[in-house]
């Protein structure tokens, strides 16, 4: 059982360049989340799923797409990389119960030249 | 908009000290509060996780008590150790549609031997 697991755990980009995070949950978790984390800014929502098939907005989208085509998947994608978007990436699975928590995957640093 | 903050943003104590971690939140609206450890470089692990309806939860020397009514809990660590070191967060789940957590930006905890 791994849990939560995002790849790659490391990337640099430059301005413009394009790619995809992918995150992966083998609990069968209904929810899935993509997080970043900033110094001085704490983690802030990007993207978010509520099961396969669905996807919505968070506090930061801009920029970002994401996709939920299996349940066990949550892919993140950077068309045109800035700057702005370096940043540790954490995606996030939880089920639907609200009485449960969310678990997170080990993060991803993106830096963008 | 609810906002989360954490008191204090660093913290230094001598091992075998107790020790409280404050956070609060702008709307009592909240579904759960959680308090989540994060070591450098690494990913969130739940430590605790308090229901709307509950006061208190323990675990091991930690102890998280929650006053909805006026938006702030407590991250009680007992006897702490060098181990204890890391970032704590505070984060809670709005009561309404999605599941989504709001984090406070952490408060960072060293504890010397």
């Known amino acids: 059982n791994a849990g939560v697991t995002q790849t790659p755990k490391f990337r640099v980009l430059k301005t413009g360049q394009s790619m995809t995070l992918l995150c992966a949950q083998d609990?069968?978790?209904?929810?899935m989340y993509w997080y970043r984390q900033d110094p001085g800014m704490g983690l802030r929502l990007i993207h978010y799923?509520?099961?396969?098939?669905?996807?919505a907005k968070g506090e930061v989208p801009d920029g970002y797409n994401v996709s939920r085509l299996k349940k066990q998947n949550f892919l993140l994608g950077l068309e045109s990389a800035a700057p702005s978007q370096t940043s540790v990436y954490f995606c996030a699975s939880s089920p639907a119960e609200l009485t449960d928590t969310q678990y997170f995957g080990p993060g991803t640093r993106l830096t963008v030249l | 908009k609810q906002e989360v903050t954490q008191i204090p943003a660093a913290l230094s104590v001598p091992e075998g000290e107790n020790l409280v971690l404050n956070c609060s939140f702008t709307?009592?609206?909240?579904?759960?509060l959680q308090w989540f450890r994060q070591d450098p470089g690494k990913g969130l692990t739940s430590l605790l996780l308090?229901?709307?309806?509950?006061r208190e939860q323990t675990s091991g020397r930690l102890n998280a008590s929650l006053d909805k009514s006026s938006g702030r809990s407590t991250l009680y660590i007992a006897a702490s150790q060098p181990g204890d070191s890391a970032t704590y967060l505070c984060a809670v789940t709005l009561n309404q549609a999605g599941t989504a957590l709001i984090f406070g930006k952490g408060t960072t905890l060293s504890v010397s031997s």
């Open positions: 609990m069968n978790h209904e929810y």
């Open positions: 799923s509520v099961g396969e098939g669905t996807t």
């Open positions: 308090i229901q709307s309806s509950q």
């Open positions: 709307d009592s609206a909240i579904y759960n």
